[in-house]
């Protein structure tokens, strides 16, 4: 197991420095100009030049790249070309707000739509089925700007039981930390709800249709147990990989809803980033996405073989 | 690994992003703190490295000025206790008040204000101005400037005063020797207010603590940037919010204090509410202007220019971006802002005459144009950028004019418009853009109308009779003498169309009903109170 852990880990080097490798190739082919932006209307093309070279960007690519490369082997992402700060900083503040976010969406849409799937899957074909596939089509059919409007509407504006926007770290306390994260979560869990419910629904129908579901409804097992400890440890692993691969979808994800609930999440800086042509901190973002992608993947293989004994590494 | 094992590991693994978090605040009196959404964040904190007017905002809370400026545009000392001219206006003797401190706690010497001005002046166009008539800036002591001109510069305290777009910030001498063309890496000024870098979380939030060390004019009347600069606020909380009704929102729910710019669709909203002001405080609003490249075919024929100038209808433009609220924009104006002491009547026909179709479709072939292909830039990502741009792409396709309308980012757009080549190569021939009232206000400080060729901004208009007039603006001793060369100016611009201007708007801004004192400009932090 160590050792296979240890081959994926290796494996993952050469993908990074691939993915590097094309971001830092992307970012000199697509339009924009850091320099240009900097300068603003009044500059002449010689004043934008001249910013241009105190930033470096007048360097051939190969020079960029490794001294790119040779910063990032010493743990340096560079500093952002506006703000001036280390791009670890910066994403080391913005990390906080996400995983919250993303935690918290993960939490609420596991904790809702295993049940729905299972329930559905177990009242197949009835009324209760149909109503939770409904459910979850709405759910897959609203985009997420729109739920957050509504549940910002609803919640903070009319009741006024959450707030609207921001984001306060946990240690400012429990409450004010959660209160702030239900709204977003709640907006962009609705994806992920319908999502996996409807894959723990058929994977549950077919598991349900087994032999030794059979067995244990003629051994006089009640539903519960049947449904909740034979039935779904044996649907889990797809349950899993949609799981899995929903928290790395999640991570585009937050951009729309951190712009809408003003959480200065890593989303909003890839953005703000983008929109600014600031190349160090487009790149130590995607960098850092990449890294995490293929981290989940990784635990996702791992929690296959919790789940299923006879898969072994 | 078994199953406790992996749930050690996430449990440490979940433990470790509590390391990452962002900076706390500080807390306080509520009444004591300021909440204020900026229209866009601050990428930018050196006053002189960039033209964004969020820099500008946050430049008046940090850095003080020689002069300030009232709300009749007319220079008043600020930073200086008084000042002589002598030798025919050139020998000017600044001196500086007493007492005044940096946040660093170190004193404001002559000397700092010599290396801040130089630093400005290499990079503002009414500084450029300055420097050009400037022989030597010395610090003769520690509380005095003096300025040797080659010539009268009867503007001197206008340059220093104006809250253009790089407004002359004071700043330590070690930090102005930085080069101008690189970023200050502290942000240390003498103003009302200091800049908390600790609290700073770049693109989200900026904060700014009350500058103990601060002392107010003793005289006069707060006014724009003039006068007594009092503060009542220990802190201001920049928080930026880039979706336009969550803005709103926070305002409504009272989780902010003031949105600079609320979006003109959501006012109806905002003025139903009893907690809420909406009003216009900037009465010198943002210009629309296109741009057109003056080196490429069909905009390099100054009589297709001038067509477009007739056919532009800056009514339709402003109600794109303002909607038919007529007390949000004006229009049929002309190379100035409607609001300046400069407007002039002088060749408006040419603008606000009648938009007859035909008729210019007729004129445009007569003025030599072949069916060339016309780049227009369009940003989609500024809404007041695109609205102008739809309605100028209609105008184009109605007077048969063979339109290649790129709909890109803002940030493309100012990359592709440096591009000095053809349209075939990757040039452009026309972009929508916008400049503060404030800013086309004066020919000193109008860098649309700055017609010097390749220094210019992109378009890069040639005109040897502007770029004279303007000379002749700057050295005009009277307001009245000024007003009479500004109308020779337009009169020259009607004819050379270094841009075509699209109409201002004037953005209402919208605060609770328990701030009092906010003053007139744009968003400023002094004199503000909270119940």
New interface residues.
Partial sequence: MLIYLLKRLLTTVPVMLLVGLFVFSLLFVVPGDPAAMIAGDQASIADIARIRASLGLDRPFPVQFWNWLWRLAHGDLGQSIFSDQPVTMLIGQRVGPTLSLMGMTMLVSVGLAVPMGVIAAWKAGSLIDRFLMALAVLGFSLPVFVVGYMLAYVFALNLDWLPVQGYVPMDDGLWPWLSRLILPSASLGCVYVALIARITRATMLEVLTQDYVRTARAKGLGSASILMIHALKNASVPIVTVIGLGIALLIGGTVVTESVFAIPGLGRLTIDAILHRDYPVIQGVVLLCSGTYVLINLLIDLCYNLLDPRIRY | ?D?RQ?LKMSAVAAGG??A??????ARADSTRILRFVPYA?I???DPV????YTTRTHALLVFDTLFGLDDNLTAQPQMVEGFTVENDGKLWTLTLRSGLLFHDGSKVLARDCVASIKRWGV???FGQALMAATDEITAKDDRTIVFRLKKPFPMLPDALARPS??VAAMMPERLAMT?P???I?EVVGSGPFRYLTEE??????HVYARHEGYAPRGSGAASFTAGPKVTYFDRVEF?????A???V??L??G?VDWVEAPMIDLLPTLRKSKDITVEIKDHNGMVAQLAMNHTQAPFNNPAIRRIILKAVNQVDCMTAVAGSEKDLWSANFGFYSATSPMRSGEGLAAIAGPKNTDALKKELAAAGYKGERVVMLAAQ?VPRISAVCEVVAEMFRNLGINLDFVA?????V?????N?RSVDEGGWSCFV?Y?SGLDMATPATN??LRANG?????GWPSSPALESLRERWLDAKTLEEQKKVAGEIQLQAVQDVPFVPAGQYFQPTAYRRNLTGMLNGFALFTNLKKA
């Fill in positions: 690994m199953r992996f992003t509590a990452f978090s962002i900076p706390r605040l964040d990428a930018i904190v490295w960039t033209t964004a990079r503002d166009a777009a790089m080069d063309f690189k970023q890496t700073r979380v770049a693109g989200a939030r928080q930026v919010i880039p979706d009704a969550t803005a929102a926070a409504q729910t989780s990502d890109s980012d803002w940030g493309t100012i990359q592709r418009r440096t000095r853009t400049w860098s649309a390749e220094k210019a901004s992109p």
